[in-house]
């Protein structure tokens, strides 16, 4: 099976931009997360989406969000964004809530 | 809240040498616990999880940990390491449930490798 695929896998953005970024879940898997990871921070999560639903948010502003699409494909949004911003942003699959979480190679965002 | 503490940020050994990688949680029950593995500029990578059962679990690449729950430890165990191993690992609790997915993570522990 196809491993977690994220796109793209580098963004250069300017303060006040927005961005959104693509996640594919391995075939077969139902629930999709986000995670921020930063030197100063580490790895935080942001949300997770199953079923189309948002079902639990990290402490991040409202101006992170994100969705799931009836195959699983997820997509997280960043408006107006900030030099703080610049990170990581991984996606993680599970075939259901609460299993074994399988990590993709990343979107590395540097805001500017 | 759950919570993971990996103590040490950095360490070195030397090729052939053998490893133990600490980590303690915090959690009110009995939580899944993880070991992922980052390579620079990769993804995480799991190397081993324990849900329930044998409380000592293998890995892939040789690795094993150890779930000790009177310590509130799952400590990550080599006992010959490869230059290849060089890489940051992440220690990870995450929820018993249905009801959640996140994942909380240690800072993690830099591992280099001398030849």
């Known amino acids: 099976k196809a491993g977690v695929t994220q796109t793209p896998r580098y963004l250069i953005k300017t303060r006040g931009q927005q961005v959104t970024l693509s996640c594919s879940p391995i075939?077969?898997?139902?629930?999709v997360s986000w995670y921020q990871q930063t030197p100063g921070q580490g790895l935080q999560f942001l949300f997770e989406?199953?079923?189309?639903?948002?079902?639990n948010k990290g402490n991040f502003p409202g101006r992170f969000s994100g969705r799931q699409f009836s195959n699983s494909r997820s997509e997280m949004n960043v408006s107006t964004l900030e030099l703080g911003d610049s990170a990581l942003y991984l996606c993680a699959s599970s075939p259901q809530r609460g299993e074994t979480q399988y990590f993709g190679p990343g979107t590395r965002l540097l805001v500017l | 809240a759950q919570s993971v503490t990996q103590p040490d940020i950095h360490i070195t050994v030397s090729e052939g040498a053998s490893l133990e990688l600490r980590c303690n949680y915090s959690?009110?029950?009995?939580?899944?616990l993880f070991w992922y593995v980052q390579s620079p500029g990769q993804g995480l990578q799991l190397l081993l999880k324990?849900?329930?059962?044998?409380?000592l679990v293998q890995g892939i690449k040789g690795f094993e940990a150890e779930f000790k729950r009177s310590q509130s430890s799952f400590n990550l165990r080599k006992p010959s390491v490869h230059w290849s191993d060089a890489a940051e690992y992440f220690c990870a609790v995450g929820a018993r449930s249905n009801a959640g997915n996140m994942l909380t993570f240690g800072g993690g522990t830099r591992l280099m490798v001398k030849p």
């Open positions: 989406y199953f079923s189309e639903t948002q079902r």
């Open positions: 075939s077969g898997h139902r629930s």
């Open positions: 324990y849900f329930s059962g044998d409380t």
């Open positions: 959690y009110g029950a009995t939580p899944y």
